[in-house]
């Protein structure tokens, strides 16, 4: 997703080849239908088109990160608090890109600057340590005020208890997500409950073309024990299942997208718990969350003093700056 100088100069490199290979295949064809000689023209808008989605992302990554977004992350995001700055930095970016691509449209509620950058952390977090990584498949998030049923529809007209979902057939590139949830997730730390990672857990799974339960790119060896285990459990009756909340057990899908929100919700549990759980997730998710989200709170206690100047650079105290900025005219 980021631009970097040698991803740029691939691009570059594929987009004149492209470009040429276009020109010189209508000249040639020119020499037998001369109407084909009009096909020379193409080559600057082949250019222009492999090269649009690159050079955009890097007038995006080249604007400052606005101040209200970095406060949530600051306030709000324990994982952000746990990163260094470098880290935070190309956190930063990547939240920047998404924002830019992906729609974030409300429903009968208002999409608030605290909503859209969750968002955005939501798809950040799983795929923050792979290389090059693409949400090709999701084009729009939709807001809800609330649950929804199997209908899609929320308030008076439906009564469901879906949190989120990641949309088939006629919603496909949609994701839905309810805001009270969301903002729970980043709210509650510690109770392994996420609804912004679950849903795009499923999507990091979907990346290879099939909701099975393993993301693309994970070792043969660690997919076949994963398989495994996961027919293990899947198999348990309820009376001998683990400590994983019920709803993992739906199926292989599920179990992947909860155990994610577990993997960073509480990552220490997890560890203590299924020790060799962990270690797999760790290996498929390229994180280790225990060493590195040990003692991060959401307000990032252990790096952040409210009296202490605040790391945005300003020179103010934390709870004068972006402590109070991502409060002031933002949901508690």
């Given at each position: 997703m980021l631009v970097t100088p040698q991803t740029n100069r691939r691009n570059q490199r594929l987009a004149v080849a492209v470009a040429v290979t276009t020109v010189l295949a209508f000249a040639v064809m020119g020499w037998f239908l001369p109407w084909c000689w009009l096909g020379v023209t193409l080559g600057p808008l082949v250019h222009w088109w492999i090269r649009r989605r690159c050079k955009r992302r890097m007038q995006v990554m080249a604007q400052p990160f606005p101040r209200v977004w970095e406060a949530v992350l600051r306030v709000r995001v324990a994982y952000f608090n746990a990163l260094d700055e470098e880290q935070q930095k190309r956190f930063c970016q990547l939240v920047k890109i998404f924002l830019d691509e992906t729609r974030i449209t409300g429903i009968r509620t208002e999409v608030d600057e605290t909503t859209r950058v969750l968002v955005a952390a939501s798809a950040v977090i799983p795929v923050f340590h792979f290389d090059h990584w693409e949400y090709s498949r999701l084009s729009e998030v939709l807001i809800y005020?609330?649950?929804?049923?199997?209908?899609?529809?929320?308030?008076?007209?439906?009564?469901?208890?879906?949190?989120?979902?990641?949309?088939?057939?006629?919603?496909?590139?949609?994701?839905?997500?309810?805001?009270?949830?969301?903002?729970?997730?980043?709210?509650?730390?510690?109770?392994?409950?996420?609804?912004?990672?679950?849903?795009?857990?499923?999507?990091?799974?979907?990346?290879?073309?099939?909701?099975?339960?393993?993301?693309?790119?994970?070792?043969?060896?660690?997919?076949?024990?994963?398989?495994?285990?996961?027919?293990?459990?899947?198999?348990?009756?309820?009376?001998?299942?683990?400590?994983?909340?019920?709803?993992?057990?739906t199926n292989e899908a599920e179990y992947f997208a909860v155990l994610l929100e577990y993997f960073f919700e509480a990552p220490g549990v997890l560890q203590r718990k299924n020790p060799q759980v962990y270690d797999m997730l760790e290996k498929m998710i390229r994180q280790d969350t225990a060493a590195f989200l040990s003692g991060v709170t959401r307000f990032g206690a252990r790096r952040i003093g409210r009296n202490s100047r605040c790391p945005c650079g300003s020179g103010k105290k934390y709870k004068k700056c972006c402590l109070r900025l991502a409060r002031q005219g933002l949901p508690n």
């Open positions: 005020p609330g649950s929804f049923d199997e209908n899609y529809q929320t308030g008076q007209e439906g009564q469901g208890d879906t949190l989120g979902m990641v949309g088939v057939g006629h919603l496909s590139g949609v994701m839905i997500l309810s805001k009270p949830s969301l903002l729970a997730g980043f709210e509650i730390a510690g109770d392994k409950r996420n609804v912004g990672i679950h849903e795009f857990a499923h999507l990091v799974d979907q990346a290879d073309g099939a909701i099975d339960g393993i993301p693309p790119g994970v070792p043969a060896e660690i997919a076949r024990t994963w398989i495994r285990w996961v027919a293990q459990e899947l198999a348990h009756p309820p009376v001998k299942r683990s400590h994983i909340r019920p709803y993992a057990y």
